[in-house]
């Protein structure tokens, strides 16, 4: 099945997040992370958007990338957006050091690349 434009979108938007928090937290402690108000806010926004992007991808093709954990990106999503109170900070750091690299690694050759613009 050709990849559609709008999950082509998707799929880059949760590339361009998952950089961002790489980038983010690329070397920092979680001592640093802990501390730091402003940088556990942009890493949460962008799972956020991850998490929602994600869930807007198409069921079909979610069903033939079933190596990439889309549920866990969706119910972490959820859990950021709804139920913020329970947000453990080790957690995040977890899934910002450990697991962001793997997806990075998987959407990369999922994404076409993008056309020649046709202003030269």
Known sequence: MPLDERDAAYLFDMLSAAEKV???VQGKTFEEYRRDDL????????????GEAARRVSA?????????PWRKMIAQ???LV???QDVRIEEI????????????????PLIPPLPPDPAG
């Open 22 to 24: 790489r980038r983010y």
């Open 39 to 50: 940088l556990r806010d942009g890493v949460e926004r962008n799972l956020e958007i991850i």
């Open 82 to 84: 709804h139920e913020y």
């Open 60 to 68: 079909g093709f979610r069903g033939e990338q079933p190596d990439i």
């Open 93 to 108: 750091w977890k899934v910002a050091t450990v697991h962001v690299p793997g997806l990075i690694d998987a959407l990369k």
């Open 77 to 79: 999503r959820n859990v």
